[in-house]
């Protein structure tokens, strides 16, 4: 890919940024992409991408963006953190890209090494989604859930049901709840169920340990700098998982996926899920994936069902889509749609 697509990724970025809240990390894009020097360091690693840097791929521009925000908030780089929220943010363009240039060319070995790696936001609002499904899940089924999560991160979003659902109209989740989901919501009101998660579990190429700092900052270098509710929701679902440690393998997800469904689950439903992650995953563990759940869910009971929750992008404008495939007999069911980061959900409760 030439040097002008790839900063025509960086303007995508921008405008993505933008429609999601973050016009800081926007204005961070937009600079990067008209002033990235090709012949740097960091410039030479961009342009030459070995893969594909596009945003539904290697999403190139938000490691970036992952790194220098990482600078911030391990300390490493003072005059940076000034023109960064939560100090600074509201500098010029100029005093901003002048800050950028320098810690790009002072601190380039850190962001290279950093760039190295796919971005894990972790989105815990998201989990607003999840719960809703559970629900609907529980309710038809009548069952417990045992939980698996491909590209579970630092696998906050398997705690679910410990989270408080909070709309103008409802509550769903745990009263009291020191991670509290704030959504608006549209559609249906989602159905209310007794959750009983008798397993959960995930995976992940790079899973993340909440009890290892460095592993938290990583994490949260991904969310917007000006987004602080975001980054506050996230450190407080990483303190409640750090009670009882992290249920994430390291491991690549077709592999794992394929001794997770050879298991069997007695009077349990089988939820398998996964949110907004499936698009970066190779095709060849894509394809694979679909087989193994067609192949599961022939094996299937009504004694020992299947689901596969996901939520994921189609290509639409508006958000991304809430689906539901449930075995035996294979019914696939949408649920909604939901904005990316959990704002709002549009949502409906299908009859089966």
Same mark, same amino acid.
Request: aromatic share 8%.
């Given at each position: 890919?030439? $040097?002008e697509?790839?900063?025509?990724i960086?303007?995508?970025q ?39 840097p ?7 521009p ?10 911030v908030?391990?300390g490493?780089? !003072?005059?940076?953190a ?11 363009? $100029? ?22 790696s796919?971005?894990?936001?972790n ?13 609907w ?5 009548g ?7 491909v590209g ?10 410990r989270?408080?659902?909070?709309t ?5 989740g745990?009263?009291?709840?020191p ?6 919501w ?7 169920? $007794?959750?009983?998660?008798?397993e ?5 190429l ?7 700092k460095?592993?938290?900052?990583r ?7 000006d ?8 450190e ?17 997800a077709?592999?794992?996926l394929e001794?997770?469904?050879?298991r ?6 089988h939820?398998?899920q996964?949110t ?17 759940l ?10 020992? !069902? ?26 696939s069911l ?12 549009d949502?409906?409760? !299908?009859?089966?």
């Open positions: 890919m030439d $040097e697509a790839i900063r025509s960086f303007l995508r921008t405008a993505a940024c933008e429609k999601l809240g973050s016009p800081f990390t926007g204005r961070v894009c937009r600079l990067l992409a008209q002033r990235l020097d090709s012949a740097s360091k960091i410039g030479a690693i961009v342009f030459g991408w070995q893969g594909n596009d945003l539904g791929a290697d999403s190139v938000l490691r970036l963006c992952g790194a220098l925000n990482n600078l908030l391990i490493a780089d !003072p005059g940076l000034e023109v960064y929220p939560p100090k600074g943010g509201d500098s010029d363009d $100029e005093k901003l890209w002048r800050e950028i240039a320098r810690a790009l060319d002072e601190h380039a070995g850190h962001i290279a090494e950093f760039l190295k796919a971005p894990q936001t989105e815990v609002r998201r989990s607003a989604i999840l719960l809703a499904g559970w629900s899940i529980a309710t038809h089924f069952r417990p859930l045992v939980v698996s999560e579970a991160s630092a696998g906050l979003n398997l705690f679910a049901e989270y408080l659902l909070k103008d109209d409802f509550e769903r745990r009263t009291g709840s991670v509290v989901l704030p959504a608006s549209y559609g249906e009101t989602p159905l209310q169920a $007794e959750i009983n998660v008798i959960r579990a995930g995976c992940d790079a899973p993340i340990d909440p009890s290892d460095a592993q938290r900052d994490l949260i270098s991904y969310i917007w700098p987004q602080r509710d975001r980054v506050e929701r996230t407080a679902a990483i303190a409640m998982a750090g009670k009882e440690g992290t249920p994430v393998e390291q491991a690549d077709a592999d794992w001794r997770r469904l050879a069997k689950f007695e009077g349990a439903v939820v398998v996964h907004i992650t499936w698009q970066y995953f190779p095709e060849s563990v894509k394809a694979w994936g679909e087989v193994l067609e192949e599961a869910g022939a094996r299937a009971t009504p004694e020992r !069902p299947l689901a596969r929750l996901s939520f994921e992008a189609d290509g639409q404008n508006y958000g991304a889509a809430v689906g539901l495939t449930l075995w035996p007999g294979e019914r949408s649920l909604g749609r939901a904005d990316y980061h959990g704002r709002w959900v949502w409906r409760n !299908p009859v089966v």
